[in-house]
DNA sequence: TGTTAGCACTCACCTCGCCCGAGTGCTAAC
DNA sequence: GTTAGCACTCGGGCGAGGTGAGTGCTAACA
């Protein structure tokens, strides 16, 4: 079952030259194209031995050949040659990373706008998250009759506020005084810190603001778990880009499907283990009925040990899976320094 | 060069028709169709007429008529009929609205994919604004070593916070009352107070502090002109369901124009005066090349005489406003409670 | 004078048949 | 095992012919 030598270049040949022209490829133009040093017929002995395998499908009997799910499969796992970018490709793209970001969701949609542009392909990111986050600072104070604020500071610098009602009289001095006496003792602590018996302690301390003080252990804790997994689309429109979409209903059904922002979450949650590693999941690998025809490149990237998110590239399974790979690779080692920056000095 | 009732009549006939069934409408089509007493011979004089007074089209000699941007003009300004919403559709959308939203932008997200549900077309909605913005409270805080967390609370109830770098050592103490003068000083002003005299004032008293102070004014001041007019767009996808998009390059400009934040700004920046009305904006009247087969419904919404942002429904020109003005308005009217509800109590 | 019936004409669109070319599989020779 | 040759397949492009919806014009009618 295992491939000879000259199936795996015939094979490789095959993939690459559909990847590029997206057309299928005939023994002929491998014979001519690459060097195998065999004759079209002989190649195309290897091509049927290669369909019967199930590396290669036949979209109909006069047309060339076109790599299966399997070879695709094959072809990534054992054959694609890593694809090094150009000076000048790194060049332009620091130039459109270098701008100034607002904040951390200005960085992801810029950031997955970019490489929906030089993949040209659509791209799904999500924001980042913090690890493990601990709390650096509670405060609260009043901002209105009855009305008072509270200022979550995580560590790793995220900064998180909401307003609640106070329904009994709290004056300004007073909120001082729960708002220090929280903030000492919660700072340094997780969610895991934050037990059964940290919050007897605190309404046991301070029982006659039980009800303010429970509304706002419970925003701590939901800072603290906090999985907001917003997820951005980027360039979803350059699906259109490629031959196989000029169906209108099959790109209507794409965009559909991506638009909606479960099924960009479904996507990225088809990471595994793998860690930084990039990971490649070709057509119904996801388990998803509507990426049946559709690959995914995706990759974890991660700022200053703290922050982590994902991104990933959506194409045809016709992709150009190693440019691709490369592109995320060179992205990853830039958005490192760029959410560290933003997130520390800015937000 | 007014047009006679009868002629008014056969213009609405064929708008109405065609907005329907998207095909060119032809005289005995008319004649049949809608109780005008006249015969399809009659209708086809007037129809002349009106094609050459440029209220409608003809996209060949065999074809039936078609209305020009005039026509439609003429169709939205004197001739739509007010659609009432059922009762039903205002219960679907109400069921659909009554949900938890975590804050603003939630909102804006999920109203805008709601619109374009209903109304099967691209929508562009901004996030709310605060009009004439005022400081309610300054506060700063250290949240680290040489890093102190300013957060601004402005009416309406917005918050904004923002890391600042500390050069020079300032004390959790000192910083406390830095916080509390600069609080005394800025509480109740908007943009057009904080002048150069109060600034002054400011760096009189406290001059020792000038660099940090001149951070902080700045970002308060940022605050108080924001104009954070982030956009969301739902549903862009829903463009493909009108058969004028069926052909895949126009689709794909449509599309890439969408996609792109500043187009999605630019096309909601259309609204002149107009306040609470519906604006509709059809074809190259916007003034953008890439809108000119394309028209756009526009609104204001409105919450709590503070809040204030735009929604605009994208479709061909054939698109049917009177539906689509019925919706923007029925959701208007909810949009209100939403926002005033969230914004008061939650972000 | 306005309205209508009748008729010739136009033109997009569909279908059918045709040819072309790229590609295959098989066979026989090297 | 490799290769040349050849018959066969099949999608795609092209042009001819038919169809039908719609128009414009003219002449008759109220």
Redesign the interface.
Known sequence: MDLGKRKQLILQAIVEDYIATAEPVGSRNIAKNHDLGLSAATIRNEMADLEEMGYLDKPHTSAGRVPSQLGYRFYVDSLMRRYSATVEEIENLNSALHQRYVNLSSVV?VVSDIISKITKCPTVMTLPTVASAKV??V?M?M??EN?A?I?V?LDG?S?R???V?VSGKITYREIDAISDFLNSQLAGLGAKDIDESRIMLIYGAMGQYKDFLKVVLDFVLECLQNNITEVYVG???NI??HPEF?D?DR??DF??FI?N?ENATKVLALTTGGDSDVKIIIGDEAGLEEMRDTSIVLANYHAGGILSGKIGVIGPTRMDYARIVSSLETINAQLETILTAVF????
């Open positions: 949609s650096v600072n405060k104070l901002i209105e009305l604020l200022v500071v610098g900064v506020n909401k307003k009602k360039g979803a429109s259109l880009n000029c209108i790109a209507r965009l559909r638009d922002r520390y000095n800015e937000e």
